[in-house]
């Protein structure tokens, strides 16, 4: 069994910047949700039998009252905002397993998710539809992979280390000392993507890391640019890059789902036809029709 686990919130924003815009009988702009029930069927269409998919129900998380400068949802397209609860309520009608996310985020959901269904023997791979850096964090081994939908890239943990020069396990790490300008936060100053990688592909972790710079290992001393000074910024900034670290951490303790067989699709519910209808979408319904003829009968 394989379980598909989707950034609905990426996909969103993904369709509403690379779909045409389309109104529906009363006006409001559905485009992107268009998009995305089409992608998500086509999945079904290739073979995929279990699937979830975590939103961002709201934008704001736990994480601001962390970070004054963390992510808002100030500055996006109120035709794209309003596109929120319509997505939401859509693949709930298309018989999906959906997890709006409020007071944690769409990726704390799939983090949630990956690890509850690692759990289960008959799980033999999880795939994490989504982009974000932020999960790689979850990839182990060849069993919990993330893919790129988009460039139809997959990565396991040695793409993950090849890609970022450090482990899942560090990618936390990585980002607390490179920043994220996606989520708000900006790093360590002075550190870079490259001696973040070869620091802590040594290291593993911020507080492995010694405080002086005389406690390095002498051959990552030679090969670190400006290690010293790096050392320096490090420890005047310590608390500051635990804190980024914390914010780059995905949580896992969800409660996603009680049994993986949850996440089977199963068919429609029976008022998806009323909302391909509202959608202008007539083409769903046959799509639905090939999968499973009874369905909407």
Same mark, same amino acid.
Request: aromatic letters at 10%; charged letters at 25%; hydrophobic letters at 40%.
């Given at each position: 069994?394989?379980?598909? @686990? /989707?950034?609905?919130?990426? %996909?969103?924003?993904?369709?509403?910047?690379?779909?045409?815009?389309?109104?529906?009988?009363?006006?409001?702009? /559905?485009?992107?949700?268009?998009? /995305? $029930?089409?992608?998500?069927?086509?999945?079904?269409?290739?073979?995929?039998?279990?699937?979830?998919? &975590?939103?961002?129900?709201?934008?704001?998380?736990?994480?601001? %009252?962390?970070?004054?400068?963390?992510?808002?949802?100030?500055?996006?397209?109120?035709?794209?905002?309003?596109?929120?609860?319509? #997505?939401?309520?859509?693949? /709930?009608? #298309?018989?999906?397993?959906?997890?709006?996310?409020?007071?944690? %985020? &769409?990726?704390?959901?799939?983090?949630?998710?990956?690890?509850?269904?690692?759990?289960?023997?008959?799980? %033999?791979?999880?795939?994490?539809?989504?982009?974000?850096?932020? !999960? &790689?964090?979850?990839?182990?081994?060849?069993?919990?992979?993330?893919?790129?939908?988009?460039?139809?890239?997959?990565?396991?943990?040695?793409?993950?280390?090849?890609?970022?020069?450090?482990?899942?396990?560090?990618?936390?790490?990585?980002?607390?000392?490179?920043?994220?300008?996606?989520?708000?936060?900006?790093?360590?100053?002075?550190?870079?993507?490259?001696?973040?990688?070869?620091?802590?592909?040594?290291?593993?972790?911020?507080?492995?890391?010694?405080?002086?710079?005389?406690?390095?290992?002498?051959? $990552?001393?030679?090969?670190?640019?400006?290690?010293?000074?790096?050392?320096?910024?490090?420890?005047?900034?310590?608390?500051?890059? !635990? @804190?980024?670290?914390?914010?780059?951490?995905?949580?896992?303790?969800?409660?996603?789902?009680?049994?993986?067989?949850?996440?089977?699709?199963?068919?429609?519910?029976?008022?998806?036809?009323?909302?391909?209808?509202?959608?202008?979408?007539?083409?769903?319904?046959?799509?639905?029709?090939?999968?499973?003829?009874?369905?909407?009968?």
């Amino acid at each position: 069994m394989e379980v598909h @686990l /989707v950034d609905g919130t990426y %996909e969103l924003f993904r369709y509403f910047f690379g779909q045409p815009s389309y109104l529906a009988l009363d006006g409001r702009e /559905v485009g992107a949700v268009r998009g /995305v $029930l089409g992608s998500l069927l086509s999945m079904l269409e290739s073979g995929v039998t279990h699937l979830g998919i &975590a939103t961002d129900h709201v934008v704001e998380s736990f994480r601001n %009252e962390m970070y004054a400068g963390y992510k808002t949802g100030e500055g996006i397209d109120e035709t794209l905002f309003g596109q929120f609860p319509l #997505l939401e309520s859509s693949l /709930v009608q #298309l018989g999906f397993m959906v997890w709006p996310m409020v007071e944690y %985020e &769409a990726d704390d959901g799939l983090a949630s998710a990956a690890a509850l269904a690692i759990q289960d023997s008959r799980v %033999e791979r999880i795939v994490i539809c989504s982009p974000d850096k932020d !999960l &790689a964090q979850c990839v182990s081994g060849e069993r919990v992979i993330v893919r790129n939908r988009r460039t139809e890239v997959d990565s396991d943990e040695g793409a993950i280390e090849k890609h970022f020069g450090v482990l899942p396990a560090s990618i936390p790490d990585w980002l607390a000392l490179v920043g994220d300008s996606a989520d708000g936060f900006p790093g360590i100053k002075g550190w870079g993507k490259k001696s973040a990688s070869t620091v802590l592909h040594f290291y593993g972790h911020l507080e492995d890391i010694p405080a002086e710079f005389h406690g390095w290992d002498e051959q $990552l001393k030679r090969s670190v640019r400006g290690a010293a000074g790096l050392s320096a910024k490090l420890s005047a900034d310590k608390d500051q890059a !635990l @804190l980024f670290r914390d914010l780059a951490t995905l949580r896992n303790d969800y409660p996603a789902f009680a049994n993986i067989d949850e996440l089977e699709w199963m068919g429609p519910c029976n008022d998806f036809e009323a909302t391909c209808e509202y959608l202008g979408a007539p083409r769903l319904i046959e799509r639905i029709h090939r999968l499973c003829p009874k369905t909407l009968e």
